[in-house]
């Protein structure tokens, strides 16, 4: 085999073995050095145990990051990997998968890496489609530097940068992604392992680039910050799920549900009993008009996060940059026939583009 099947249309291209893998296959020989009880633990063996169900040789697999605790990722796969420049892994990544189509691209990075110094570089990855995934890890702190506020910390929160409380509004990072037109974006969990894997999977199977928030626990900085989503006796309130093609409810029978007021748009929760069951939004993430998936993700409550929606909120496709890009050179050199570079670099200050 050289390229990859169904169910993995978005690595096509990249080779393929018939070895069979198992998570052994993609763990490294490094010791494994997070605080123990980090959600960073879970989802290593997340994706020690999903990449096996790629089919991919090891070798085309490549996992960059950038600088933080969940950075430390590339070292305990066995996988080509690069822990590289805070905040800049996502262009770094772009020029790997615009270089070579024969791999299969992974960021993994965390809220203050992405979505501070690394702000920029984020949000142009995604609206140039780049074919990668992008695995965000969103504990709402800064765990490296020893718990200083970070760009998705509530408003109030009390930390060592903020000793009477941020009076910053917080970035909801799928909001963020929607905005910036992501054609893949999706929220999961780092203590559910099936579901962070089922998305894991859709997000593999996508092309373009996929962008995946995980809610992961910092048990010594910011402990507790996703305990309703997490506690049995709040977990069924607290997750609205997002299941493409069903209507969204939510609660331990099913109780409540979600809405779209026709005059504003804007997305409600409300106790089914109280609606017409038929009033209740059908979620549709192939949706090419991204404004549904918006408003969803603003029902994530941006204080001590009781609620949010949980899954996968857009999944369209868009013709991809790296591809393009490729496309563009293919066609330059059939018309133009090959350039030489070595001349070019020695010639003098000028030179005539045909």
Known sequence: MTTTDLPFPGLSGVPTTDEPQNRKDFSSD?????????????????VQGFLPDLGLRRENIVFVSGIGCSSR???????????????????IATGLATTRSDLSVWVVTGDGDALSIGGNHLIHALRRNVNMTILLFNNRIYGLTKGQYSPTSETGKVTKSTPVGSVDTPFNPVSLALGAEATFVARTLDSDRKHLTEVLRASAAHRGTSLVEIYQNCPIFNDGAFDSFKDKDTRDDAI?????????????????????????GAFFAVEVADV???????????????????????LTDAGHLHRAPIGIFRD????????????QVATARETSGAGDLAALIAGGDAWTVN
């Open 240 to 264: 609205i799920p997002l299941r493409h093609g069903e209507p969204i409810r939510f609660g331990a029978e099913g109780q409540y549900g979600v809405v779209r007021e026709h005059t504003s």
């Open 316 to 327: 369209v496709d868009r013709p991809t940059y790296d591809d393009q890009a490729r496309q």
């Open 276 to 298: 017409d069951e038929s009033e209740l939004h059908v979620h549709d993430a192939h949706a090419i008009d991204a404004s549904a998936a918006f408003g969803l993700s603003r």
């Open 73 to 91: 990722f590339p070292y305990y796969l066995d996988t080509f990997g690069m822990h590289s420049i805070h905040g800049r892994a996502p262009a």
């Open 30 to 46: 490094q010791e494994v050095r997070w605080c123990p009880g980090c959600g960073d633990y879970a989802v290593l063996a997340a």
